[in-house]
């Protein structure tokens, strides 16, 4: 059953009953028993969305993006066309398969945007505002408002809330002013 105020195409399949009002799950889009999906949240056509799966609010998931089980995805984070998440560092079937317990955790954080095609392996973290470039590797941690791109993904600048790259500490779009924090940015 569709929970209330919630869209669901006639060729989806959901069989969470946790997710928020408002949010859109389009054709052949797949939404696992367990998984929660917040408020407002877009699963575009073709999407898997597996047990254990946590999206928080304003959520954007682009077509053909498959999410497994230990990926949390932050308010307001939008994931790429055909984007990839990985759970398990070293994979095996058959008589070497591993359990759940050998699952790693990825975290994308709030307002980061992976781009399309990329691969983020699994147990990092890509800090707030960061953007993945389309196609890139993630292989490590991506600080705050970070830029990464190629494969393997590697700095290459800074962006701000509202998408536009940073020259220096400061929006020239916006106008929001940043100071350094570890190897990321945090607000002024």
């Known amino acids: ?3 209330p105020g919630v869209f669901v195409h006639a060729l989806a399949l959901v069989e969470s009953d946790d997710i928020g009002a408002g949010t859109r799950v389009w ?17 575009g056509e073709g999407v898997y969305v597996e047990h254990g799966v946590v999206l928080g609010d304003d959520v954007t998931v682009k077509n053909g993006v498959a999410l497994y089980e230990g990926v949390t995805v932050e308010d307001e984070a939008f994931l ?4 990839v998440f990985t759970n398990d560092i070293r994979p095996r079937s058959g008589r070497h398969k591993r359990g759940r317990e050998s699952f790693l955790p990825t975290r994308i954080g709030r ?9 983020v392996v699994c147990g ?3 800090g707030p505002w960061a953007m993945v470039a389309a196609g890139a ?7 705050a408002h970070a ?3 190629g494969v393997p993904a590697r700095p290459a600048g800074f962006v701000c809330e509202c998408g536009a790259a940073l020259s220096g500490l400061g929006c020239r779009a ?3 002013a940043y100071r350094r924090d570890g190897g990321g940015l945090r607000r002024a």
Do not use: E, K, Y
């Not at 054709?27 to 699963?43: D, K, L, S, T, W």
């Not at 790429?80 to 984007?83: D, N």
């Open 1 to 3: 059953m569709t929970p």
């Open 27 to 43: 054709a052949f889009a797949h939404v696992c028993a367990g998984a929660r999906v917040g408020r407002q949240c877009n699963i």
């Open 80 to 83: 790429g066309p055909h984007a």
């Open 111 to 119: 307002g980061a945007s992976v781009g399309a095609n990329a691969t």
């Open 124 to 126: 990092h973290t890509i």
């Open 137 to 143: 590797v993630v292989a490590r941690d991506v600080p």
């Open 147 to 149: 830029i990464v791109a």
């Open 174 to 176: 916006c106008g929001l």
